[in-house]
């Protein structure tokens, strides 16, 4: 009995030994098991990181992100270019050199300046080419700081080189960007004959409703006619009824066709359709690029390919806006009702629509790439002069490095008339000291700045035609 109780606890422990064996096996495998995982996941997280890093040097060099490009621009081309390499769905350089350029930039430009259609921050960029480029301004040759000083021409006035600033002997205008009513022959015998004419529109009833606004047409009518002041809309109320609130028949005035004033056209247009169809015509001829407010960057990319121009040329801030402009709602009646009394705008917008449609239909895919690129460089520019500090640009396919500075940021937030006192310095005049017979136009002195609108200047009840 003793020897089997013995025996027993004998086989007993050899089993515990044993298992306790296969325990340590077990341990150990598991032990072996967990550092492979661990081995697995960091090698998992490395790629992902290494992926990660790719994709954002990538991206740094195209300038936008996927979700962007699918957003803005139709998709890309997957077929590489020459000079091309597919990566991760974009189409990149493999190296950022540019080919040589193919084109001479554009210096002598004529920009036919519209009201309250985004033409002073065109002006703006005109302005800052110059000025970087060392060119000549053709500058109204007014008395500094009088009446209308900033406008070379306006409607009534017959357009000659009396009305320009001369320069010295010799020299030749490069740049026209001041107000000027159009006229084919006077502004040629002002500009080079190469000279590129450009122009900029605005859907005819935002441009009204933005005149009305900016100007308070409803303060200036409202002194002879009250009820328009009290109106809870008054531009609707105006719509209605026009003549009640008008001075007399007009077909051009600063809420009447006046984007078609400023391009020249008169009454033979207004009454003929002969006459305006001939006149678009001989526009279709003579303007280079007619831009569209509501397309304002595809406008000024299209610029920068007209002129070869490149894109740090084309930056900008919004200038001249009405940020104080109310919320109105408007009835079909009213759209109806400006469109009779404003139809020269209205063929004219409609017209130049369609032409910049098919100018943007034709671009390549690139354009709309590089277009997404220059949208972003913009809110750079905005944050950074917002902020006072430089931007540094890095190198892309469509442009070499720069740095927009303070200095920029100046100019580009430089008004109007800041900037054309700017350059009457720097073409030498002294207010004061006059070295030429000048323009005297007849009114009060101008308001510092357009949107005070207390001159006769800006007065929007003056009948032009």
Same mark, same amino acid.
């Given at each position: 009995?003793?020897?089997?109780?013995?025996?027993?606890?004998?086989?007993?422990?050899?089993?515990?030994?044993?298992?306790?064996?296969?325990?340590?096996?077990?341990?150990?495998?598991?032990?072996?098991?967990?550092?492979?995982?661990?081995?697995?996941?960091?090698?998992?997280?490395?790629?992902?990181?290494?992926?990660?890093?790719?994709?954002?040097?990538?991206?740094?060099?195209?300038?936008?992100?996927?979700?962007?490009?699918?957003?803005?621009?139709?998709?890309?081309?997957?077929?590489?270019?020459p000079g091309q390499l597919s990566y991760l769905g974009f189409l990149v350089r493999d190296n950022v050199t540019h080919a040589p350029a193919t084109c001479a930039p554009v210096r002598n430009i004529a920009f036919v300046k519209t009201h309250k259609a985004g033409s002073s921050t065109i002006a703006n960029v005109l302005q800052r080419y110059g000025i970087t480029n060392n060119l000549n301004f053709a500058?109204?040759?007014?008395?500094?700081?009088?009446?209308?000083?900033?406008?070379?021409?306006?409607?009534?006035?017959?357009?000659?080189?009396?009305?320009?600033?001369?320069?010295?002997?010799?020299?030749?205008?490069?740049?026209?960007?001041?107000?000027?009513?159009?006229?084919?022959?006077?502004?040629?015998?002002?500009?080079?004959?190469?000279?590129?004419?450009?122009?900029?529109?605005?859907?005819?009833?935002?441009?009204?409703?933005?005149?009305?606004?900016?100007?308070?047409?409803?303060?200036?009518?409202?002194?002879?006619?009250?009820?328009?002041?009290?109106?809870?809309?008054?531009?609707?109320?105006?719509?209605?009824?026009?003549?009640?609130?008008?001075?007399?028949?007009?077909?051009?005035?600063?809420?009447?066709?006046?984007?078609?004033?400023?391009?020249?056209? *008169?009454?033979?247009?207004? $009454?003929?359709?002969?006459?305006?169809?001939?006149?678009?015509? %001989? +526009?279709? #001829?003579?303007?280079? /690029?007619?831009?569209?407010?509501?397309?304002?960057?595809?406008?000024?990319?299209?610029?920068?390919?007209?002129?070869?121009?490149?894109?740090?040329?084309?930056?900008?801030?919004?200038?001249?806006?009405?940020?104080?402009?109310?919320?109105?709602?408007?009835?079909?009646?009213?759209?109806?009702?400006?469109?009779?009394?404003?139809?020269?705008?209205?063929?004219?917008?409609?017209?130049?629509?369609?032409?910049?449609?098919?100018?943007?239909?034709?671009?390549?895919?690139?354009?709309?790439?590089?277009?997404?690129?220059?949208?972003?460089?913009?809110?750079?520019?905005?944050?950074?002069?917002?902020?006072?500090?430089?931007?540094?640009?890095?190198?892309? *396919?469509?442009?070499?490095? $720069?740095?927009?500075?303070?200095?920029?940021?100046?100019?580009? %937030? +430089?008004? #109007?008339?800041?900037? /054309?006192?700017?350059?009457?310095?720097?073409?030498?005049?002294?207010?004061?000291?006059?070295?030429?017979?000048?323009?005297?136009?007849?009114?009060?002195?101008?308001?510092?700045?357009?949107?005070?609108?207390?001159?006769?200047?800006?007065?929007?009840?003056?009948?032009?035609?």
């Open positions: 009995m003793l020897s089997s109780i013995v025996k027993a606890k004998s086989y007993c422990h050899d089993v515990t030994r044993r298992s306790c064996k296969f325990c340590h096996v077990i341990n150990n495998m598991r032990a072996i098991r967990k550092r492979k995982c661990i081995c697995c996941l960091l090698l998992v997280l490395l790629v992902v990181v290494t992926l990660m890093l790719t994709q954002t040097i990538v991206l740094d060099i195209a300038t936008f992100t996927s979700e962007e490009f699918q957003s803005d621009v139709p998709a890309p081309n997957t077929v590489p270019l500058l109204p040759n007014t008395k500094l700081h009088s009446y209308g000083y900033n406008y070379i021409s306006r409607a009534g006035e017959v357009l000659s080189k009396k009305y320009v600033y001369p320069l010295p002997e010799g020299e030749e205008y490069n740049i026209l960007f001041n107000h000027a009513i159009y006229n084919r022959t006077a502004f040629r015998m002002i500009m080079p004959g190469d000279a590129v004419y450009i122009t900029i529109l605005r859907e005819p009833f935002q441009q009204f409703v933005s005149t009305f606004e900016y100007y308070h047409v409803d303060r200036f009518i409202g002194k002879r006619v009250p009820s328009l002041i009290n109106a809870t809309n008054p531009v609707s109320t105006y719509l209605a009824t026009p003549r009640r609130f008008e001075r007399g028949p007009s077909m051009f005035s600063y809420i009447k066709n006046k984007q078609a004033e400023d391009l020249g056209l *008169r009454k033979e247009q207004f $009454f003929s359709n002969a006459n305006l169809k001939e006149y678009i015509s %001989l +526009m279709d #001829e003579d303007f280079k /690029l007619v831009m569209i407010l509501e397309y304002f960057d595809e406008s000024l990319l299209l610029l920068k390919h007209e002129l070869c121009w490149t894109i740090q040329d084309i930056l900008y801030i919004p200038l001249n806006a009405n940020k104080k402009k109310p919320v109105r709602n408007f009835t079909d009646a009213d759209h109806e009702n400006h469109r009779r009394m404003s139809h020269l705008d209205y063929a004219l917008y409609y017209h130049f629509l369609k032409v910049f449609a098919q100018k943007l239909k034709a671009q390549s895919p690139d354009f709309f790439r590089e277009l997404a690129h220059f949208k972003k460089l913009l809110e750079g520019v905005k944050g950074s002069c917002r902020s006072g500090t430089s931007l540094v640009v890095s190198e892309t *396919r469509w442009n070499h490095p $720069f740095v927009i500075d303070r200095r920029d940021c100046e100019l580009m %937030l +430089m008004s #109007e008339l800041a900037g /054309l006192d700017l350059l009457y310095k720097r073409a030498g005049r002294v207010p004061g000291f006059e070295k030429h017979p000048t323009i005297v136009r007849q009114g009060k002195p101008s308001p510092t700045r357009e949107d005070k609108g207390k001159s006769g200047e800006y007065n929007p009840e003056r009948v032009t035609h």
